[in-house]
């Protein structure tokens, strides 16, 4: 499945004209995309969103393949998310490579992130049949709008002492959970489903999503540094507002006014990572991950799938949840 989204992938940026006429340009997107140059396959890019949308598509009609355009289209528009992002919240590496500014500048990588927008949304023009257009234009449209927004909130957050769990939610929709149910949502589409069924995938897509993050959120501050691939302090030290220290902010007074005043020193993470533990927040954050896994399934159940790709999916949302990475 890999192997042919990566194909997918290359053969639609070889087309891209104007990626001919600067080979610069053209290392770039290909660098943000996975690929060197040439095509060949660099940095851990899971490619998950198209497999979710190819997972549901399969599910729902028998061929994943059809989904493939769209796929390639939420592919590009998550890598051209991370190029901006990774300039935004000033990050040197991703997938243990240097990020795309790092590597050139800051400037070409924000031409080249305006480059790949505009590529991921004619991809998906083109991906579209006839009659598929509008829904099409719509549900993307809605994951851009959720992405920027998820964005704001998540630099806003970083001048903030607190926020709320709400608002927590709210920043995880944007940035995560949104382009996870738009996969599931254009899977369906792709398998020619109804409105109400593309509704309910877009649902157990941000469910997935939610729990996804979550999880995430666990692993920065209790994962294993060695089979994380990175130091899982970085979540403390640059105050990141995270699952465990919103539950924390709200629910311990002195860890609250700990926080305030912490300055991000390493030396002290070990005890951020304990005082969590100690109130609770190990436990909470797994059980609204846990949560948010069975609202999926939950809706998963009302349907009944091929057997092979219900066995797919539901080894894809277990390995995912139970990772150490």
Known sequence: MIEKINDELKNYLSGIEILQKDETLKEMIYYAVGFDSTGNLIGGGKRLRPIFCGLVCGALCGNWEISLPFGV???????????????????????????????????????????????????????????????TIYLFNRIIQNLILGQHQDISFEKRNTIQEYEYFSMIHGKTVSLFGGCCAFGALAAGASDQVIGDFMKIGEYFGYAFQIRDDFLGIWGDADVFGKSVSSDITSKKMTLPIVYGLEK?????????????????????????????????????????????????????????????ISELITSLLERKI
């Open 73 to 135: 289209s939420l592919e590009l528009l998550h890598n051209f998310s991370l190029i901006h992002d990774d300039i935004e919240d000033q990050s040197d590496t991703r997938h243990r490579l240097p990020t795309l500014w790092k590597k050139w500048n800051m400037a070409l990588s924000i031409n080249a992130g305006d480059l790949l927008f505009a590529v991921a949304y004619q991809s998906m023009i083109d991906a579209a049949s006839s009659d598929q257009k509008n829904q």
């Open 252 to 312: 311990d007074p002195d860890f609250k006014k700990f926080w305030i005043n912490y300055s991000g020193d390493e030396s002290e993470v070990q005890k951020v990572n304990s005082w969590l533990k100690r109130i609770g927040a190990h436990e909470y954050t797994e059980k609204r991950c846990q949560f948010f896994t069975e609202k999926a399934n939950s809706l998963l159940q009302r349907y009944d799938f091929q057997e092979d790709y219900q066995k797919k």
